[in-house]
């Protein structure tokens, strides 16, 4: 039995991080022709993207 | 982002599209490329901080996204580490599993603040609500590591004190672990591929039997590259199999042969003409023949080296 208090707030992620993709996402989409934003995507998103958020989680969850 | 999303390429919300006051972008001016470098660069330096938290703005900006969904703002309790963090969840009778379900990344999720606010920087028009949203996300990521919220309490981490990148920004460090929490956290990685501690410091362990018994075709690799001996001593303890001999046409080429370990890994081994020294070249698991694994490893046919000699 979790105690209240520490039960996770799983609204904050879906509607603050998810819902702001999507609406974000509706903006840019129309600015872009399709190989600018490919080339942004690689640029930005994928190039500073790291797998150290995933490498540190799977670690914990094989710990918990 | 929670976890398991976190490398979903977002979805469109296409019956909320907001159509921006700005014409079809077609591609960057010159400008806009040198502040796309220096834009990356610096998001680059978030992602890597090392330096202690921003506490204070950690907790504002945490604290505006509890009011932003009606909650009252949360008590803080700081960690030095994600690991410090289940521990501190599990004490006040949490449930570490959960809230790994529920976490955030802090400046591990940086690169999304970057692309989007770098689209804004040359003319894409946000929602007024997203943009100032986003600015939040963007000033968490700036201040902290890891945080998890709860209904009344939120977790937050400290940043690592070690995150070792090679020049491919890849977490990478031959010579101790890569990223180091205070909080009794390591990964250990060599060249963005994360490795059991021992491979990096404790090569003696890696022995034929453990390397054979690795699924994963890159640790394999890698423990191979960081045997005890070398090489040449790994494919003579594993006993491999000499598939091909031959000896290039060019005038003072060596003998060079192909070989094959127990786990079906293949090298082409050669050796420098005038210093002696024995090169071990890893190769294409189909390579058959010498000519065939040289072939593939300079990616044209080796009758050029001749031709132009």
Known sequence: MIKEGVKSNKKLG???????????????????NWSLDRYLYSSLYNSLYSSLAVSILRKLRNNT | MTSGGLAWYP???FDSLVFGDIGMIEKLTEEQEKDLVVWREEFYKVGINTNPADRESAQDAIREMYTRIGKE???????DSPKQLLEMIREKGGDPNEALN??????????FEAFYLFCEKIGVKYKEEDSKLLRVWEKISRSC???????EFCFVSERPEIVAMNSQMRIHNENGPAVKYRGGLSIFAINGVVVPDFVVNDTDKITVEVIRNESNAEIRRIMISRYSGGIGKY????????????TLTIPGSATRALMEDSTGEKWLVGSDGSTKRVYFMSVPRNSTTCKKAHNAI????ESRIKMEA
């Open chain 2, 145 to 151: 590591n890891w945080w998890i919220p709860a209904d």
């Open chain 2, 11 to 13: 979805t469109v919300d």
């Open chain 2, 298 to 301: 300079c990616g044209f046919d």
């Open chain 2, 73 to 79: 703002p949360p008590e803080f309790i700081w960690g």
């Open chain 1, 14 to 32: 879906k509607y603050l991080k998810q819902s702001l993709y999507s609406s974000l996402n509706s903006s840019f989409y129309r600015s872009f």
């Open chain 2, 235 to 246: 494919l003579d303890d594993c006993k491999a199999k000499v598939l091909d001999v031959d």
């Open chain 2, 102 to 111: 529920n976490c955030f990344y802090g400046q591990q999720e940086c690169y």
